[in-house]
């Protein structure tokens, strides 16, 4: 009956939107770092779920570029692409090959939730990939 398939999808739909307002509001009131360097390597909280990447793993980091306005993404250059989209999920496979496509990098952080000047980060970032090459200096 059409009737009754309307019905399931007008209900998935409603159970869908009141799920993803959630996490948003969720996000929105959470007020932890989103993300982090420590001796291991970088923890990235903007994406659900959250995702660390190992120093060994990452050769470098850009800011990619956006039509004149302020970089929005920042773009981890990694040593191994292939393993890192390996390890992600199989739903996100196409997003990570448009990434790669797209950026270099399969591989890239949005600077929509970072309260922090792009070019401060990138600086930031590249200090202590370079501390965590030089043991003990953490």
């Known amino acids: 009956d ?27 009131l959470d007020k932890r770092p989103v993300l982090i360097t420590d001796a291991e390597g970088l923890l990235d909280r903007t994406s659900i779920p959250s995702r660390r990447i190992a120093w060994n793993d990452i050769k470098g980091f ?33 997003i990570l090959e448009t990434f790669e496509e797209k950026f270099g990098t399969p591989c ?3 600077l929509r939730a970072m309260d922090v000047e792009p070019r ?14 030089r043991p003990g200096r953490y």
């Open 62 to 94: 850009g800011l990619v570029p956006s039509q004149g306005q302020t970089p929005r993404f920042l773009a981890v250059q990694l040593a191994d692409p292939a393993a890192f989209r390996a390890k992600a999920p199989r739903t996100l496979a196409p």
């Open 108 to 110: 890239v952080i949005s």
């Open 120 to 133: 401060s980060l990138l600086q930031n970032l590249n200090e202590a990939m370079a501390r965590r090459k």
């Open 2 to 28: 059409l009737g009754k398939l309307w019905e399931i999808v007008a209900v998935s739909l409603m159970i869908t939107g009141v799920i993803v307002v959630g996490m948003g509001i969720w996000k929105a």
